[in-house]
């Protein structure tokens, strides 16, 4: 199974939005409402930003939402901030056989 | 405080085996189903393997499979990760996460596997 297709990189200032893709296919993506999205800074550990396509954790600030349309889902941040500048992951239930799949990855830059 | 912790990671010959764990603590452990997620050096997010909460059911991931065991133990309130026939591209630091709804809601600070000789 093919990694999720995500942009290398995306970029904003500083009180701006951007919005990170996340491509698959109808037996992932396009399949489930279980696409999840995962914030990590250089050194740490992944952190649960966004569940079921749209839900926000416990703690997670209302300026990231997240959405789905056919097989490519969408992570919007609003009102970027410095801390913002992180590796996001998105991730997919893919059925009993493959279970989860993840995204490769897009580096975020705050500029 | 909700939280996991694992260990165990450590350098290990080509063909070597290695077992990883992870305490949990601050939820019912029983009633949750646990994954392993790997990162290589410099790479992104690679999903190994999944437990549900009673241990009766597990998957792998390709790679994997055959070659890893993902088991637990409920009254220790551990997971395990049994890495055999390991290979210079399992070296990775290795994850351990709660599962919430096909999501991984906590995370550990990870573990590292090195496979050289």
């Not at chain 1, 941040?77 to 990855?105: H, P, T």
């Not at chain 2, 549900?52 to 070659?67: C, L, M, P, Q």
């Amino acid at each position: 199974q093919s990694a999720l297709t995500q942009p290398p990189s995306a970029s904003g200032s500083p009180g701006q939005s951007v919005t990170i893709s996340c491509t698959g296919t109808s037996s992932d993506v396009g399949g489930y409402n279980y696409v999840s999205w995962y914030q990590q800074h250089p050194g740490k550990a992944p952190k649960l930003m966004i569940y079921e396509v749209s839900k926000r954790p416990s703690g997670v600030p209302d300026r990231f939402s997240g959405s789905k349309s056919g097989n490519t889902a969408s992570l919007t941040v609003s009102g970027l901030q410095a801390e913002d500048e992180a590796d996001y992951y998105c991730s997919s239930y893919a059925g009993s056989n493959n279970f989860r799949i993840f995204g490769g990855g897009t580096k975020l830059t705050v500029l | 405080e909700v939280q996991v912790l694992e260990s165990g990671g450590g350098l290990v010959q080509p063909g070597g085996s290695l077992r990883l764990s992870c305490a949990a603590s601050g939820f019912t452990f029983n009633s949750n189903a646990m994954s392993w997620v790997r990162q290589a050096p410099g790479k992104g997010l690679e999903w190994v393997s999944i437990i549900s909460g009673s241990g009766g059911s597990t998957y792998y991931a390709d790679s994997v499979k055959g070659r890893f065991t993902i088991s637990r133990d409920n009254s220790k309130n551990t997971l395990y990760l049994q890495l055999n026939s390991l290979r210079a591209e399992d070296t990775s630091v290795y994850y351990c996460a709660k599962e919430r709804s096909y999501a991984l809601d906590v995370w550990g600070p990870g573990t590292t596997v090195t496979v050289s000789s």
